[in-house]
């Protein structure tokens, strides 16, 4: 299996910034798409942005573009997001999403996080 640990998350004023850290550990083969969601409030889940093993990047709402930066290490198997100018309609619960396999022969599979709190509120 894979776990998903976030971290990160807070309460923070408008216009500041927060950066969430993901770790990837577990049974790894390799991990193709890495990932963070959010889930607004009374909203279902949705893409924020996604960033593939060869560093393209997607910023799924307009909003975010410029203000949010999506990164990972492939090494360590994490993946990070940089989230400055944060205005109230940020506030949600993050989660991490990677598309992995566990073994070379398995099938790909998304896993996720447990989700981290974010908060921008003044």
């Known amino acids: 299996q894979v776990q998903l640990v976030e971290s990160g998350g807070g309460l923070v004023e408008p216009g500041g910034s927060l950066r969430l850290s993901c770790v990837a550990s577990?049974?790894?083969?390799?991990?193709?798409?890495m990932g963070w969601y959010r889930q607004r409030p009374g909203s279902r889940r949705e893409l924020v942005a996604a960033?593939?093993?060869?560093?393209?990047?997607?910023y799924a709402e307009d909003a975010v573009k410029g203000r949010f930066t999506i990164s990972r290490d492939n090494a360590e198997n994490t993946v990070s997001l940089q989230m400055n100018g944060l205005e109230p309609e940020d506030t949600a619960v993050y989660y991490c999403?990677?598309?992995?396999?566990?073994?070379?022969?398995?099938?790909?599979?998304?896993?996720w996080g447990r989700g981290t709190q974010v908060t921008v509120s003044s």
């Open positions: 999403m990677v598309y992995a396999r566990t073994t070379r022969l398995s099938g790909w599979n998304d896993y």
């Open positions: 577990g049974n790894i083969n390799m991990i193709n798409t």
């Open positions: 960033i593939t093993s060869d560093g393209r990047r997607d």
